[in-house]
């Protein structure tokens, strides 16, 4: 029997067949033996074939075989740094909720997300949430960051939860997808499905006053239906997104704005660091590169991936700053 995997725990699977029963599965024993280097085998987004079993209490079932994944995305595993964790698969479409202050989302945080989607062939939105919190500060900032990714070509979008803004908008995106939410915890993901979808009522928290950072409110990736013909996965707040299985000469082609320019380099193999007469470089001191996002990918040639968000936000703020003057 095959099935498409709704949530995952760890151990237990939740797997809607094909005529549209929720069943809890196990993987097969072995299954976890074939040399795949992630934590999670099994993700949310997965299409499966699985055999029930009947016991006293109820019907299960074993996970024997996981068809092949259109993409994924993946980040570092949190305790086990040679591994990946596979967020989720087969995604149609991305939204990265973005908030400026309640939690702050740094440039760095962002560009390591739209550097692994790239990678894995996953179109991104940015979401700015909490529209309704900004003072005239905050909202510039916002609107600064927006500029920077709308000049490279990402799709960014407003909303507000709370007054409903920018929901219609979001909803039409997702109308006949596979979508999933991320970001950091406190970003608003659960609120924001509640909002589109009232009758899920998923549990959300407040932002903790004293630390500015979000409490973790959804515990494990789950997939839900929405009545209005789309799918959309609620996923864990991540707190740092470490890029795995990537080389250095390639990281550069998953900046497009660095991708358009690479050609014009004297070098083939140029890394737009220390090579003479690099055409990224140029366009960098002609301001037609963002400084944020080129600091963000010399963070990534050095393979500066732990404990990185607190030490750049100063740094993030600071290039933000400097470029508005």
Known sequence: MTGLVYKSTGSWYTVKSEQGDFIECRMKGKFRMKGIKSTNPIAVGDVVDYELEESSDKVTGTIHHIHERKN????????????????????????????????????N????????????????????????????????????????????????????????????????LMIGKVSMFSGHSGVGKSTLVNAMEPSLHLKTKVISEASKQGQHTTTFAEMYDLSFDAKIIDTPGIKGFGIVDMEKEEISGYFPEFFKLKEQCKFNNCLHKDEPKCAVKEAL????????????????????????????????RAISDENRK
Request: with cysteine; glycine share 4%; proline share 2%.
């Open 72 to 107: 994924y995305i993946v980040r570092k595993s949190v305790n086990l740094s040679h591994q990946m964790h596979i967020i989720a698969s087969n995604i149609d479409r991305v939204f990265l909720l973005v908030t400026i202050n309640n939690p702050p989302t740094t440039f």
């Open 109 to 172: 945080f962002i560009d390591r997300f739209l550097v692994t989607a790239e990678a894995y062939g996953i179109e991104t939105i940015l979401v700015f949430n909490k529209i309704d919190t900004f003072d005239e500060a905050t909202l510039d900032e916002q609107l600064y960051m927006q500029h920077v990714y709308q000049e490279i070509g990402y799709q960014c979008l407003r909303v507000s939860s709370t007054e409903m803004k920018g929901i219609d908008k979001l909803k039409e």
């Open 285 to 316: 001191e002609r301001d037609e590169i963002a400084w944020s996002r080129y600091n963000s990918y010399l963070k990534l040639l050095e393979g500066d991936d732990e404990n990185y968000r607190t030490d750049i936000h100063n740094e993030d």
